[in-house]
């Protein structure tokens, strides 16, 4: 099993849709865990931190499941301009400063 | 307020040349990690420096190589080049504080060996 495991998609929505990414990690001693976002040929762009009570910011909103070692995010009212890879990232057991990076799954909000 | 900033943006090299790209951190960060990211994956943890010294190191084979400086500014080396080492290389920079840590991307140095 992949340390960090997301659905590739692509996942092509209309504008105003709902959408939910799930991203599943190995390993259970994992602490820290983002959510980030990136544009075709640019860099990673940090979107969330997630926290174990969830969190929200604006039309996102994440969630950590610690049970079933997944995390999720949830885009709603998708723009556009949401269309991105969105990349989940975990670090490694017992180490912190170590993040491994899932591959990412592609959204495309059709207008 | 400088973020993470990567030189040069791209970059062509041919099979056993040598190579060294350079990052300079977000302004307060004191770490800096550098990733490869090829095409359709996600980026792949090469390694961490802090206090001017290696701390982490991913799967990567000894001809990758790096360095910190005094003012936390890093390079990257890479020698010997292999076709297979053309990619996307990141710098992410970063600072440990009240026991957690948020990296930071620049832009990138696109590399391509021929």
């Known amino acids: 099993r992949k340390e960090v495991e997301q659905d590739p998609g692509p996942f092509n929505v209309p504008e105003g849709a709902t959408v939910a990414f799930n991203c599943t990690y190995s390993?259970?001693?994992?602490?820290?865990f983002f959510w980030y976002r990136q544009d075709c040929r640019k860099e990673p762009k940090l979107l969330m931190s997630?926290?174990?009570?969830?969190n929200e910011d604006g039309r996102f909103t994440a969630q950590l499941n610690r049970a079933s070692q997944y995390i999720s995010l949830l885009i709603r009212d998708s723009k556009l301009s949401d269309s991105a890879t969105y990349l989940c990232v975990v670090n490694e057991a017992g180490n912190n400063r170590k993040l491994i990076w899932g591959l990412g799954t592609s959204l495309a909000v059709n207008p | 307020d400088a973020g993470v900033t990567q030189s040069p943006t791209h970059l062509i090299k041919t099979r056993g040349q040598q190579v060294t790209l350079r990052c300079s951190p977000k302004?307060?960060?004191?770490?800096v990690s550098w990733y490869q990211q090829a095409l359709g994956q996600g980026p792949q943890f090469i390694f961490q420096?802090?206090?001017?010294?290696?701390?982490q190191r991913g799967n990567f084979p000894d001809r990758f190589s790096g360095h910190q400086f005094p003012n936390y500014s890093s390079e990257l080396n890479v020698n010997a080049l292999l076709l297979g080492d053309s990619a996307l290389y990141l710098c992410a920079s970063s600072l440990l504080a009240g026991g957690k840590e948020t990296q930071y991307f620049g832009p990138g140095t696109r590399l391509l060996v021929l």
């Open positions: 997630v926290y174990s009570s969830g």
């Open positions: 302004s307060g960060h004191d770490t």
């Open positions: 420096y802090y206090e001017e010294e290696e701390r």
């Open positions: 390993n259970s001693a994992s602490q820290s």
